[in-house]
């Protein structure tokens, strides 16, 4: 059975439900080539799915600050009239922008100084066994929160072949690099062919020994996990995929069915969520989150603490908050369902515990690094 039948079964399936309402059929709207050619760019075009509060509409005027992009599937999970302040829409407030982006105070362009870290484009070489190779650019959303903006405003970085031949040279020439991150971007925006292209190049290097992608399409784009790319990835083990759910409203059957492909293909899939005010930065929504992403066979690895990314201000909470919500995970459930607070900085990233906070000074948490260095991060 295809995968798109799967979805055209179900009357009442999100995906047969908003493709009748699109006037399209389900297997176009379940087809991920289709959803990327109808990515909502404007306020007109949300406004066929929601109700845009008045932040919203603004936001959509001000699309020089930040890509503005977002596939059919996941408007379908935003709710139709949302109360920004009082009971938002974890969805609406990840995906679509507002004017509070254009008053971030402290926001920075690339906070985990990217650029240094790159011995060649694109490879960003901090630990010493493991690299990130961001190998695409283009997304099937803008996370409003993303802290790759930067990336934005180059142009040619997605499935560069020159930048893919001169990073594969770099993990090639260096025998300590035994684990490749492929990230972004969404790296599974690009065609099967080219993937698998890819990972048998990557093969070819024996002291590679495992491949990681980081990628948003289970939450964004869940059409992208066809049984083919799963047949790909089962070549080339092993293979292992972080994915970055941020609210249980993403995990929709659509998104389990994608996750069930990865690992019905022997593909481990863990998530990194980011810690987001409206979002999940409360106890219950935190552990709602958690419990679902165990039900769907998907392991909390770590949870981030907010990146000072410009434009974000109104969506970042104190490290105090994050401490909170760990300590009152303790015992409500399983091990395995809690994920390791974390802060990433440009030399690494550093468990946040309070063992690791050794004190609060003014407006900055001073932290101690697996390296014993300080580090000074804004609590705001
Ligand atoms: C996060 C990160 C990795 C992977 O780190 P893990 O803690 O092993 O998941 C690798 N390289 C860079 C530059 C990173 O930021």
Request: proline letters at 6%; a positive charge.
């Amino acid at each position: 059975m295809s995968d798109f039948q799967i979805f055209s079964s179900d009357k009442n399936s999100l995906t047969a439900t908003t493709a009748m309402k699109l006037g399209v059929s389900p297997a176009r709207f379940a087809n991920w080539r289709w959803q990327m050619k109808n990515q909502i760019r404007t306020a007109a075009e949300a406004s066929v799915f929601v109700a845009l509060d008045a932040a919203e509409e603004q936001g959509f005027q001000n699309d020089k600050i930040f890509n503005i992009a977002i596939t059919p599937y996941a408007m379908s999970l935003m709710r139709y009239r949302h109360d920004a302040q009082r009971n938002p829409c974890p969805v609406r407030l990840q995906l679509l922008p507002r004017q509070e982006e254009c008053l971030d105070q402290h926001g920075i362009a690339d906070p985990l100084q990217e650029k240094h870290h790159s011995p060649v484009a694109e490879v960003v070489h901090v630990y010493p066994d493991r690299v990130a190779f961001c190998v695409a650019q283009l997304c099937p959303i803008y996370c409003r929160f993303c802290f790759r903006k930067r990336r934005d405003d180059e142009q040619g970085l997605h499935f560069n072949r020159r930048i893919i031949a001169r990073g594969i040279d770099y993990i090639r020439s260096n025998s300590k690099i035994r684990d490749v991150l492929l990230t972004g971007g969404d790296p599974l925006l690009a065609t099967d062919a080219s993937l698998d292209a890819l990972l048998s190049e990557l093969r070819t290097i024996p002291h590679v020994e495992i491949i990681r992608f980081g990628t948003r399409v289970p939450v964004t784009l869940p059409y992208r996990l066809t049984a083919a790319l799963g047949e790909i990835f089962a070549k080339h083990h092993p293979i292992w995929l972080n994915t970055h759910f941020n609210c249980a409203e993403e995990l929709t059957p659509e998104a389990c069915h994608g996750i069930d492909i990865l690992l019905k293909n022997g593909v481990p899939v863990s998530n990194q969520t980011v810690l987001l005010r409206g979002i999940n930065a409360d106890n219950d929504k935190m552990l709602r989150l958690l419990k679902q992403l165990v039900y769907a066979r998907v392991r909390p690895y770590y949870l981030f603490h907010p990146h000072l990314v410009v434009g974000t201000e109104h969506l970042r909470v104190p490290i105090s908050t994050g401490l909170a919500i760990m300590d009152s995970l303790q015992g409500k459930v399983s091990g395995f369902a809690i994920p390791r607070y974390m802060l990433d900085t440009p030399s690494g990233k550093i468990p946040l515990t309070r063992q690791q906070l050794l004190k609060i000074d003014g407006q900055d948490a001073v932290l101690a690094n697996n390296y014993g260095e300080l580090w000074r991060e804004r609590m705001e």
